[in-house]
């Protein structure tokens, strides 16, 4: 098992409204970097997104193709599991809601799949609905890659190692499978509001 960290500590701050801020996790103003490997160089000419797995047909949108859909820009707040939060960033992307109408599937999980080979799992249901998007902007900018540019995955209202840097799609399934950290100690769902940084948790 990879060695886990519960060493992160910050002071909340007096100034943030607790509502926003889930148990355990403190305001920053930077923008951490914390990555599972080295931060990969993606060719945008090269680039694509592919929903595949239990769907009808496999389906794939090229970097130009994804600029062309319905875009949205979100304020949110993000909650990282080494306790840092970063409240009110404005990320522009695709919503998988727009995404998903092009597929057919009775699935109920995704693993979202990286350049490099990181993978998250998570619940169809959660990245539905409009809690998820493949965000490309950041603060009206392009998104760096080491925070995942060219594109992201952002599902805000759990732990940000769901939100796969450098996404490059979904494989939807019939049965969870757990991902890149989930398989290394980390909780299977991720709820912030519920602590869940662990597989005790």
Same mark, same amino acid.
């Given at each position: ?48 997104? +592919?929903?595949?797995?239990? $769907?009808?047909? %496999?389906?794939?949108? @090229?970097?130009?193709?994804? !600029?062309? *859909?319905?875009?949205? /820009? ?30 057919? +599937?009775?699935?109920?999980? $995704?693993?979202? %799949?990286?350049?490099? @080979?990181?993978?998250?799992? !998570?619940? *169809?249901?959660?990245? /539905? ?38 996404? %490059? ?33």
């Amino acid at each position: 098992m990879a060695p886990i960290s519960r060493g992160f500590r910050g002071r909340r701050r007096r100034d943030v409204d607790p509502s926003r801020l889930p148990p355990g996790q403190y305001v920053v103003n930077d923008f951490p970097v914390l990555s599972a490997g080295p931060t990969p160089n993606v060719a945008l000419d090269g680039w694509s997104f +592919t929903i595949d797995g239990a $769907v009808d047909e %496999r389906r794939s949108w @090229g970097w130009e193709e994804l !600029l062309a *859909l319905p875009s949205e /820009t979100v304020t949110v707040d993000i909650h990282c599991v080494t306790k840092w939060s970063k409240l009110g960033t404005a990320w522009t992307g695709v919503s998988l809601d727009v995404l998903l109408e092009e597929v057919e +599937t009775s699935a109920e999980f $995704v693993t979202a %799949r990286s350049e490099g @080979g990181y993978t998250s799992n !998570l619940p *169809l249901a959660d990245v /539905t609905g409009g809690q998820a998007w493949i965000a490309y902007r950041f603060d009206g900018e392009a998104l760096e890659p080491e925070h995942g540019g060219p594109a992201r995955l952002l599902v805000p209202h759990l732990y940000f190692w769901k939100s796969a840097k450098w996404i %490059r799609g979904l494989t939807l399934m019939d049965e969870d499978e757990p991902g890149f950290w989930e398989s290394l100690g980390y909780h299977n769902y991720g709820d912030p509001w519920r602590e869940q940084r662990y597989w005790s948790d």
